[in-house]
């Protein structure tokens, strides 16, 4: 009885303890998608699709790929060290992370310098297209930036140090700080600098990568701070003891890093082709930014739920199971993203100047990232079917292929991407007759996406899983003519609201009209049988 009455409590604890832990996680995730979102809308107000932020996105593209790598939440880094220091105790769970903060520190400075020193080269390198003055500011910006590289070692570190004792909340609330800054040095730049004179310059082409660099900053504190006070800093241990842990972090990292990298090493590509046109890396980075966040929570709600199931099944050896559950996440996953697809095609214009149009960011620009929207709306579903199926086979534990097939990626994303953009030679011109421009290297990546999907659908064979691939094709064709009796209707109405040409006009159609978009998809793909989802109503 007794024993009974402990296990119960016990399990109330750790729901109890769960439930705090997802609700800070949700709320402090939440809160950094909209401060970020908040972040976006100021830099489009006050750089546009301009000089500055093109040069910017370059200048980032090294240090942010070390902060996502190395210093960002559920990172090989972060990973690792809750893997290793989960089973310490306080103290000895101090002393392996101290020296392993040291080692790596001291190794990025070296990193960091290297970096610095040759700051123009890798500019040189990774946009060899871009202006001489892009090319300036962009170096500036990087010099700035390198201090991050370093800091951006202990913030992984102490994410996956604070997430092995149960702290959750400032891991998930941290990418905020720097959103805030940079909203922050924005506000200061329109208020007390009214004109871009000579005198100001460096400290306007600047501002982003200052505030980057402020706001990485404050998080090392930040981290130091709370890091100390659970008593995990232990600078005063003999550091001759847990070489074995410290080893199984960095032969952790090491791996775990280069698969990471693969994903990063297609957008280093579509940068380096980007750089022939004016503005496409703003333009890119605004676009990237809309079509994120609805596809991040997409992915969480419908992959993450799967996933536990995919291993129990596996473990039982229950293949048919497995099978049911993919085919229903297939469906589902289509279901949803041919939706958004249809509903960012049809209401881009409005979704782009709701958003950005204001300030630097002149009806131009809107043209502009309303076309790289578009694009980028046409591989959501694919970009979401990938994401299901290569976590299908890490949840299976069959990593081979889907790792093969990031290098095939690479290699298809250049040629895309080349021939896209019309396939220059140098000295030669065009070799292809049909150039996009910037939205030819969105297009590259639909194009990767939906040839690495057809392999990773029929190796599954090979694993024991037979998709019923026609019928899949049947059903997603009659969710794509759904998206186009509704996508039509909804033109024809948008047709009768061109007087609402304002804020409070595009808020009043993104309203109504995506509510209208969405009960007519529901409607028709329920006509045509491909809808699973049922609504209960309680009287």
């Known amino acids: 009885m007794k024993l009974n009455l402990l296990e119960k409590f016990r399990q109330s604890h750790m729901n109890l303890f769960f439930k705090n832990n997802v609700f800070s996680i949700s709320f402090g995730t939440s809160l950094s998608k909209v401060v970020g979102c908040i972040r976006q809308i100021f830099i489009a107000a006050a750089f546009g699709v ?4 093109d040069a910017f996105n370059y200048a980032y593209i090294i240090p942010g790929f070390l902060l996502i790598i190395i210093g ?3 990172g090989p880094l972060h990973n690792a060290v809750v893997a290793v220091l989960t089973p310490l105790n306080k103290k000895n769970g101090g002393i392996v992370l101290t020296k392993v903060s040291i080692r790596l520190t001291i190794l990025l400075i070296f990193l960091a310098i290297l970096i610095y020193l040759n700051s123009s080269l890798l500019i040189n390198i990774l946009a060899p297209n871009l202006s001489y003055e892009a090319k300036s500011i962009a170096t500036y910006q990087l010099r700035i ?53 000579s005198s100001n310059f460096l400290i306007y082409t600047g501002l982003l990568a200052y505030a980057t660099l402020t ?22 241990s003999t550091f001759q003891v847990f070489q074995n842990e410290e080893r199984r972090i960095f032969k952790l990292i090491i791996p775990a890093s280069i698969s990471s990298g693969l994903s990063q090493i297609n957008v280093f590509i579509d940068m380096f082709f980007a750089s ?22 997409l992915s969480n709600s419908l992959i993450l739920p799967l996933l536990p199931e995919f291993s129990k099944l596996r473990n039982y050896k229950d293949n048919r199971g497995l099978q049911k559950k993919l085919i229903s996440g297939i469906e589902y996953c289509f279901l949803t993203t041919i939706l ?13 100047q709701l958003f950005f149009q ?27 079917f990938k994401d299901l199926l290569v976590r299908t086979y890490y949840s299976i534990e069959k990593t081979k292929f889907p790792f093969q097939l990031s290098f095939a990626g690479i290699v298809l994303n250049i040629f895309f991407d080349w021939f896209f953009i019309g396939a220059p030679i140098k000295n030669v011109g065009n070799f292809s007759p049909y150039n ?34 026609l019928d899949l094709m049947r059903k997603i064709i009659l969710m794509s003519l759904a998206v186009l009796i509704d996508s039509i209707l909804c033109l024809n109405i948008l047709q009768n609201t061109k007087s609402l040409n304002s804020n409070s006009g595009n808020i009043l159609i993104l309203t109504f009209g995506s509510l209208i978009f969405f009960i007519v998809y529901f409607l028709l793909t329920k006509c045509f049988r491909v809808n699973k989802f049922k609504i209960y109503l309680k009287i």
């Open 72 to 74: 960002g939440i559920n």
């Open 215 to 236: 706001g990485t900053f404050i998080q090392f504190i930040l981290q130091i701070w709370e890091i100390n006070k659970i008593g995990l800093l232990k600078l005063d």
């Open 340 to 352: 958004l697809t249809g509903f960012f095609i049809i209401f881009n214009n409005q979704i782009v």
């Open 145 to 197: 930036l390198t201090p991050c590289i370093p800091l951006s070692g202990f913030i992984g570190l102490s994410f996956g140090a604070l997430n092995s004792r149960g702290k959750f909340f400032l891991s998930s609330i941290s990418p905020a700080i720097t959103s805030v800054i940079t909203i922050f040095f924005i506000l200061i730049n329109w208020i007390f600098i009214q004109e871009n004179t």
């Open 436 to 469: 996009f421009g910037v939205v030819g290297i969105i297009l590259s990546s639909v194009m990767v996406n939906i040839i690495v999907c057809i392999l990773l659908s029929l190796n599954l064979r090979n694993e024991n899983i037979h998709l019923p691939n």
């Open 50 to 53: 301009g000089l500055t932020y």
């Open 358 to 384: 204001r300030g630097a960011f002149d009806y131009a620009a809107t043209l502009k990232v309303k076309n790289i929207l578009i694009a980028y709306a046409v591989g959501i579903p694919f970009y979401l």
């Open 276 to 297: 022939s046109f004016q503005g496409a890396a703003s333009g890119l980075a605004y676009g990237n930014f809309l079509i994120q966040a609805p596809l991040g929570i």
